[in-house]
């Protein structure tokens, strides 16, 4: 065997200590999934550009009216789903052809915000943010396939998203899952502070 292999009792030793630093010193973070895309009601979708066709269903303000309103006494809801336009922007689903419906789960991750890159000196505060932070989150390998196909990731109130695909880490390279994101800022016009263009 040779020397430098690591023993599996190690590894396994490594592996426990580490999901109780996970469970007793993180913290809550919360993951929005998409699991459904309804075409939209509105408008007319396009399967092959995967995006609305622009055009309305309806013929005329009346006809949408009629369409909400029956759908508002059927279900008991009152969300917009049938307003009439001409031609352009769909104005229930901004022109994406579908409505999305999203989930949220939290998970429990070993938070790292990351206050000093070079020199765009991203700072977070608790009462909130003034400019684009990365954040390291630490969590199970469960959670893979979760972040793998996350919509967006809610840190310690920040709206972040992932900077990069999560990436298995250390001994025997599943003890733990690395998450990196960034905080989802966007400056205003008059603000003058110079970033770098992370997108
Ligand atoms: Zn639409």
Redesign the pocket.
């Known amino acids: 065997m040779p020397r430098t292999r690591i023993h599996t009792k190690s590894k396994d030793r490594f592996k426990r200590s580490m999901r109780d630093i996970i469970r007793d010193l993180g913290r809550q973070v919360k993951v929005t999934y998409l699991i459904k895309k309804n075409e ?1 009601p ?2 007319y979708y396009d399967k092959a550009t995967d995006s ?1 066709t622009g055009k309305c269903k309806w013929r005329t303000p009346l006809e949408a009216r009629t369409k909400q309103q029956e759908y508002e006494v059927s279900t008991g809801k009152v969300d917009l789903r049938y307003k009439f336009f001409k031609v352009g922007r ?1 104005p ?2 901004k ?1 994406l ?1 579908y409505l999305a419906l999203y989930k949220k789960r939290w998970v429990k991750c070993l938070v790292n915000w990351d206050t000093d890159i070079d020199s765009n000196q991203a700072i977070y505060t608790q009462a909130g943010k003034s400019s684009a932070s990365y954040v390291d989150l630490k969590t199970d390998p469960r959670h893979f396939e979760l972040f793998l196909h996350c919509s967006g990731i809610e840190i310690d109130g920040v709206n972040c998203r992932m900077s990069s695909p999560p990436a298995m880490r250390g001994l025997g390279n599943q003890t733990l899952l690395l998450v990196r994101a960034i905080s989802d800022v966007k400056l205003t016009k008059r603000s003058t502070e110079k970033l770098k263009d992370y997108i």
């Open positions: 939209c509105n408008c609305s769909c229930i689903c022109n052809g």
